[in-house]
T-cell receptor, first 114, second 111 residues
Framework: DAGVIQSPRHEVTEMGQEVTLRCKPI?????LFWYRQTMMRGLELLIY????????DSGMPEDRFSAKMPNASFSTLKIQPSEPRDSAVYFC????????????FGQGTRLTVV | GENVEQHPSTLSVQEGDSAVIKCTYS??????FPWYKQELGKRPQLIID?????GEKKDQRIAVTLNKTAKHFSLHITETQPEDSAVYFC??????????FGQGTELSVKP
């Protein structure tokens, strides 16, 4: 398996535009996590899914953020409209069906909103 | 929900010395505690983990200890090398399925 795949690797957009980040988890992994990393706030958990179902989205900062997982091999994180303070590295991670196993991270998407 | 506190935020040691990073967690039901290493510009990667039924685990130069009573766990790196320089994150995985990270420790190993 190629690991967790995220796209794009880099995204530069203007304030107010819609941004969509994509993630393909490792095949067979039932947990999928979205994290945001900034210098000030570290690695923040935004939302996680179990078997494609959103379980906890309490970390999503505002209604401008939304996430979906239409099937076991694909998830999106959307920001609409984007703001400069959304600039960060967004990581997707996945882990096996049973809890308490290693979470594998994608390479991340570096988002810059100007 | 779970909260993980990590200290120190930065740590500088001489090559060959030991480094210790400490974390506390709030949810007594948490039962899995991984440690991740993140090099500059790269993704976090697991270096060692410990489950709640174990007090200590070692893997070559790294070890992790867990005190469930105190809700405290630590990472120990011995004989540090320049390539150990990175940001280290502790995390706790609670029974609800949330994987929560500490704030990170930037370790610098000086040759």
């Amino acid at each position: 398996d190629a690991g967790v795949i995220q796209s794009p690797r880099h995204e530069v957009t203007e304030m107010g535009q819609e941004v969509t980040l994509r993630c393909k988890p490792i095949s067979g992994h039932d947990y999928l996590f979205w994290y945001r990393q900034t210098m000030m706030r570290g690695l923040e958990l935004l939302i996680y899914f179990n078997n494609n179902v959103p379980i906890d989205d309490s970390g999503m900062p505002e209604d401008r953020f939304s996430a979906k997982m239409p099937n076991a091999s694909f998830s999106t994180l959307k920001i609409q409209p984007s703001e400069p303070r959304d600039s960060a590295v967004y990581f997707c991670a996945s882990s096996l069906s049973r809890e308490n196993t290693e979470a594998f991270f994608g390479q991340g998407t570096r988002l810059t909103v100007v | 929900g779970e909260n993980v506190e990590q200290h120190p935020s930065t740590l500088s040691v001489q090559e060959g010395d030991s480094a210790v990073i400490k974390c506390t967690y709030s949810d007594s039901a948490s039962n899995y505690f991984p440690w991740y290493k993140q090099e500059l510009g790269k993704r976090p990667q697991l270096i060692i983990d410990i489950r709640s039924n174990v007090g200590e685990k070692k893997d070559q130069r790294i070890a992790v200890t867990l005190n469930k009573t105190a809700k405290h766990f630590s990472l120990h790196i011995t004989e540090t090398q320049p390539e150990d320089s990175a940001v280290y994150f502790c995390a706790a995985w609670d029974q609800g399925g949330k994987l929560i990270f500490g704030q990170g420790t930037e370790l610098s190993v000086k040759p």
